[in-house]
């Protein structure tokens, strides 16, 4: 597994397993996959988005996310991946969808902008097998 890249803004990106569900137990999704959640929200609380829309969560989320330099991205996936230990996080403690995102950062003054990834084909495997849709972003971020 490799990731390269041209020029991305500050070489540094975010990797975050992102956990979704009606009856999603934060506490319980962070047992099951023995990480400390770096953000959650419960179904039915409220709070206020950053355009100040009030509104209610509709769906339990859990997040863990870590900003990484580029060329740890690899092997920060594999590490976070590989420490999960349960067969499958679907359908266990009330997580209905399971997704790792990967953001990368470009900049518009590089010379070259690029980005590409390599993720093995036992890693992909085990995300298959997991549960885990896949999202990558690499968005212009001056």
């Known amino acids: ?10 070489d540094f990106c975010s990797v975050a397993i992102l956990l979704y569900g009606g009856s999603l137990d934060t506490k319980e999704a962070s047992i099951l996959l023995d990480l400390s959640p770096t953000g959650i929200r419960n179904r039915g609380e409220e709070r206020t988005t950053s355009s100040g829309a009030q509104i209610v969560q509709k769906v339990g989320f ?19 991946i590989g420490a999960i230990q349960c067969e499958t996080v679907i359908g266990q403690v009330g997580i209905e969808k399971a997704e790792l995102d990967i953001f990368v950062p470009l900049s518009t003054k590089a010379e070259k902008n690029g980005f590409d990834i390599e993720l093995s084909p036992p890693l992909m495997r085990k995300l298959a097998i997991l549960g885990f849709d896949i999202l990558v972003t690499a968005r212009i971020a001056e």
């Open 1 to 10: 597994m490799s990731s390269q890249t041209s020029n991305t803004n500050g």
């Open 62 to 80: 859990w997040e863990y996310r870590v900003r990484v330099p580029l060329d740890s991205l690899s092997r920060t996936i594999v590490q976070m």
